[in-house]
């Protein structure tokens, strides 16, 4: 569209999800958008304030409906912005989405009113990936953790951070043309306080995987011999009888996945085949999808029966990361593993020490819970590289001939810190990282 210079094209977006409720929102972001409303709904309503109107579609179609006028900059996107609420349905809503088109909108792509909400000052770029990260939250943890970050709670510790080291840094740079100027006891206070900047940002990445464990979907992976009880755990953690328990060895042959909730939490709770050597073509295969599910495991439950002999647990040196609970099976029938957890779970009778798995899963989680960092991975890299220059600058401050080395280092860290907001005049942030971040949007955000 040419338009003038400054003006950016009118976006329409449905703001409101698939499969939809019973009403839909279409939004529409910019410069047209007043006019659009004008044009469909008459009058301008009062700011911020939900109106009741009939909204002319064209072909005498009108459509009743709730419309708001949020003019700019007190809105989204920093623009003025319209939304037409009204019913739901496919066609419904594509009648009202093509009505504002027709007045010169333009329809957006993923995640573009968010970006113009970044662009216009209205939101940092943490903020922004919060907004896509309270969307996209599939545990309890990962939501709250999303919120704090869509209020900024991150951009504020990151940008703290950036401001100190950006006075530090012109501290420094005033001495540099007279370097022989300079006292010994400043280059070590500046050192000392390059050294505090550097432990803040450490702190945040040493407590990354905290708060990463914390908000993800774990997947929790019973493995173990075959017979040990592993699908009867799997049935009476979930509360319901999902898998199949047989009392021949090599009944469970596919794995077999459920959604396990845990507080905050969630986990993926994963039933898999007995491992053992020499079994038929059927469950040979099974059993090479128990071995690569050990290896995509956060959690292995590792379970053997209190009634059989020590079983060759080398399955599990594909376990990788991953935390082992080891837990025994069948203790009503004795007791040979005493360190491990155990569990009776006799068909027709009450379960018993299933509570104590709960728990180790629940410690798991929480282990570190109140020190999780919510950066994501995009700020954890960022932190790194900062953490990286810091050190470097740290390096040159020992005497007064490397200043300008030093400068050019905690330059460097102050940069990397203000991609994370993207507010930094100093580290622009890239085209290509801007649009990365905003296609993982939905549109309509
Ligand atoms: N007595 C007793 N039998 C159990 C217990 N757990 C499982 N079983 C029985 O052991 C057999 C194998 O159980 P299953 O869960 O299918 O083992 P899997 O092959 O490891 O999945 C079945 O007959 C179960 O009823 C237990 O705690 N006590
Ligand atoms: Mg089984």
């Not at 504020?156 to 530090?168: C, D, K, S």
């Not at 991975?377 to 040159?396: K, Q, V």
């Amino acid at each position: 569209m040419s338009t003038g210079a400054m003006e950016r094209d009118t976006l329409v977006a449905v703001a409101t999800g698939r499969p939809d409720g019973g009403v839909a929102i279409v939004r529409a972001s910019g410069s047209r958008a007043r006019a659009m409303l004008e044009a469909v709904a008459g009058p301008l309503p009062p700011p911020r304030r939900l109106v009741r109107r009939a909204i002319a579609l064209g072909e005498g179609e009108v459509e009743d409906g709730l419309v708001v006028f949020m003019p700019g900059p007190r809105s989204f996107t920093g623009e003025d912005v319209v939304e037409l609420h009204v019913h739901a349905g496919e066609r419904n809503v594509a009648a009202v989405v093509r009505a504002l088109l027709a007045l010169g909108g333009r329809a957006a792509g993923p995640g573009e009113l968010s970006r113009r909400a970044f662009e216009l000052g209205r939101m940092t770029l943490d903020e922004a990936e919060g907004v896509a990260a309270v969307i996209g939250a599939k545990t309890e943890e990962a939501l709250h953790q999303a919120r704090r970050l869509a209020a900024g709670e991150l951009g504020r510790e990151v940008e703290a951070q950036r401001r100190a080291l950006v006075e530090l840094r012109a501290e420094i740079e005033a001495n540099l043309d007279f370097p022989e100027d300079v006292d010994p006891g400043d280059v070590s206070r500046w050192r000392e306080e390059a050294g505090e900047r550097r432990a803040a940002v450490a702190r945040w990445l040493s407590r990354f995987e905290a708060g990463r464990r914390a908000r993800a979907k774990a997947r929790v992976v019973l493995a173990g011999p075959p017979n040990a009880g592993k699908s009867s755990l799997f049935n009476a953690l979930l509360g319901r009888a999902r898998a199949l328990v047989a009392d021949q060895p090599g009944t469970t042959r596919d794995y077999v996945e459920a959604e396990l909730e845990l507080d905050r939490h969630g986990c993926v709770l994963v039933d898999t085949a007995g491992l053992r050597d020499g079994a038929e073509a059927v469950e040979q295969a099974g059993v090479e999808l128990s071995r690569s599910q050990i290896e995509g495991a956060d959690v292995v439950l590792w379970v053997e029966a209190a009634d059989a002999e020590a079983a060759d647990a080398g399955g599990l040196a594909q376990a990788r990361g991953a935390t082992v609970i080891r837990v025994e099976t069948k203790r009503d029938r004795g007791l040979r593993r005493e360190e491990w957890l155990g569990v009776a779970l006799r068909p027709g009778e009450e379960p018993r020490g299933l509570e104590a798995v709960h728990e180790a899963l629940r410690a798991w989680f929480s282990a570190g819970a109140d020190e999780a960092w919510i950066g994501l991975s995009r700020h954890r890299d960022r932190a790194r590289e900062a953490l990286a220059a810091i050190d470097e600058a740290c390096e040159h401050l020992i005497d007064d001939e490397q200043l300008e080395l030093a400068a050019f280092g905690l330059g460097v860290a102050q940069a990397r810190l203000g991609e994370i907001t993207g507010r930094s005049a100093m580290g622009p942030v890239g085209e290509e990282v801007l649009a990365s971040i905003f296609a993982r949007f939905c549109i309509g955000k």
